[in-house]
T-cell receptor, first 109, second 120 residues
């Protein structure tokens, strides 16, 4: 079957760095997406990886290892506004997204 | 340009009533998705449209749920004889759907603000 696993909740301190991990098992693979969702709002796109390695975009970076079925989202210089849920989604061979349950990130001052 | 819009933003209904939720995708987006999200949970896939046809209805939780899309644009999700467990936020997303290599690039999904459904 198809499955996405990510931690339910994480806590970090303002100004620090946090890494949110995601492991996936899909029928075929066409890339890994990360979305951010603030409470009460719709998810918004953060990043997309299809090749192994690290993609950096400002304070956010995303890493992919296809051989390990593993990705992580790295958030640096955390700000209070980064408090949100972070959703991992893998695209399968039919180009459909398989979604994880999301990781709720709590930032403390 | 306009994003994905959904209406109503909030809907409170009594158990047993039918409800209809509407989604207006981004103009030109051929793919449309419906998801359900319960409080504090991840996204639950319901149905996917490519144009007006629905190649994947696997996520519809029961025969009380149905969806249609007309003119390759607006979609409606109908829930008949609502139950309290149907209470959730219903999210709609749309994407382009290119061919070949571009299918990957164009499959970023853009989400609407959602409809919060409360069944009393």
């Amino acid at each position: 079957g198809q499955n996405i696993d990510q931690p339910t909740e994480m806590t970090a301190t303002e100004g620090a760095i946090v890494q949110i991990n995601c492991t996936y098992q899909t029928s075929g693979f066409n890339g890994l997406f990360w979305y951010q969702q603030h409470a009460g709002e719709a998810p918004t796109f953060l990043s997309y990886n299809v090749l192994d390695g690290l993609e950096e975009k400002g304070r956010f970076s995303s890493f992919l290892s296809r051989s390990k079925g593993y990705s992580y989202l790295l958030l640096k210089e955390l700000q209070m506004k980064d408090s949100a849920s972070y959703l991992c989604a893998a695209m399968d061979s039919n180009y459909q997204l398989i979604w994880g349950a999301g990781t709720k990130l709590i930032i403390k001052p | 340009g306009a994003g994905v819009s959904q209406s109503p933003s909030n809907k409170v209904t009594e158990k047993g009533k039918d409800v209809e939720l509407r989604c207006d995708p981004i103009s030109g987006h051929t793919a449309l998705y419906w998801y359900r999200q319960s409080l504090g949970q991840g996204l639950e896939f319901l149905i996917y449209f490519q144009g007006n046809s629905a190649p994947d209805k696997s996520g519809l939780p029961s025969d009380r749920f149905s969806a249609e899309r007309t003119g390759g644009s607006v979609s409606t999700l109908t829930i008949q004889r609502t139950q309290q467990e149907d209470s959730a936020v219903y999210l709609c997303a749309s994407s382009l759907s290119g061919t070949g290599f571009f299918r990957v690039l164009y499959n970023e999904q853009f989400f609407g603000p959602g409809t919060r459904l409360t069944v009393l």
